[in-house]
């Protein structure tokens, strides 16, 4: 019985998850909202764990009395420093971005692997939903 209720919490935060991406993503197709702003503010964090080690850099953007946030992997083929210019998108209706291109040249893509997985996640828990039945039958 808990391992029933668990299954299910865990199926309905994944689709939820993935329709507020979604949601977002068809939002932001609409208004094609790509946005310029100059970074004023640079954290990097060093961690380590099981047999490997990183480190993560967040950068801030002041926008209109709003403090945007975006974050990177330093593994990542590109560089963000204070005082560059950063072309971003929203991922979130929150303070989240993504950056799309820094100082003019391209480092990421509009949609990320999550936005495409979430979209097939989402249309797979559709279907499984309505044809669940025809499943168990055969």
Known sequence: ???????????ITLFLSSLMTVC????????NKSEEGT??????????????SSSYTTFYIKKEKIVLEGDYDIDKSFF?????????????????IRPLKVNGKKVQN???????LSLLILICMVLIYF????FIKK
């Open 39 to 52: 970074v004023f503010k640079i954290e990097q964090f060093d961690y380590s764990g099981h047999n490997q």
């Open 24 to 31: 977002i993503n068809i939002h932001s197709f609409f208004n």
């Open 131 to 134: 044809y669940w039945n025809k």
């Open 1 to 11: 019985m808990i391992i029933k209720i668990l299954t299910y919490l865990v199926l």
């Open 110 to 116: 509009y949609y990320g692997p999550w936005d495409y």
């Open 80 to 96: 963000i420093g204070k005082g560059d210019t950063v072309v971003y998108r929203r991922i979130n209706f929150q303070n989240q």
